[in-house]
Nanobody
Framework: QVQLVESGGGLVQAGGSLRLSCAASVRTFSYYAMGWFRQAPGKEREFVAGIAWSRGSTYYADSVKGRFAISRDNAKNTMYLQMNSLKLEDTAVYYC????????????????WGQGTQVTVSS
């Protein structure tokens, strides 16, 4: 039904920036709540940021507030995560997710997931 494809990951030096994209193959993209999660080596998956379907309300994990910005372009069926001032601790596989319920932090709110894109921050 819904396919999500992340892109934009890569290797970046600490303090640098990356912009991740998540393209969704869904007709009613504007009705989906979207979110970004990440999983670092040896750690469990954690919530990064989310954006609601209705009026674009955004939510951020405390660890990324002020550095990351989530946005969506409904005309392009694409969600973005602008990551600035990257830290070594941001190294992880980043996943985009979509759901028809609400933005959440557990991951259970999202039915559809992308394959992930690797972000590696070096010193």
């Amino acid at each position: 039904q819904v396919q999500l494809v992340e892109s934009g990951g890569g290797l970046v030096q600490a303090g640098g920036s990356l912009r991740l994209s998540c393209a969704a193959s869904v007709r009613t993209f504007s009705y989906y709540a979207m979110g970004w999660f990440r999983q670092a080596p040896g750690k469990e998956r954690e919530f990064v940021a989310g954006i609601a379907w209705s009026r674009g309300s955004t939510y951020y994990a405390d660890s990324v507030k002020g550095r990351f910005a989530i946005s969506r372009d409904n005309a392009k069926n694409t969600m973005y995560l602008q990551m600035n001032s990257l830290k070594l601790e941001d190294t992880a596989v980043y996943y985009c997710a979509a759901g028809l319920s609400s933005v959440g932090t557990t991951g259970r709110e999202y039915r559809y997931w992308g394959q992930g894109t690797q972000v590696t921050v070096s010193s």
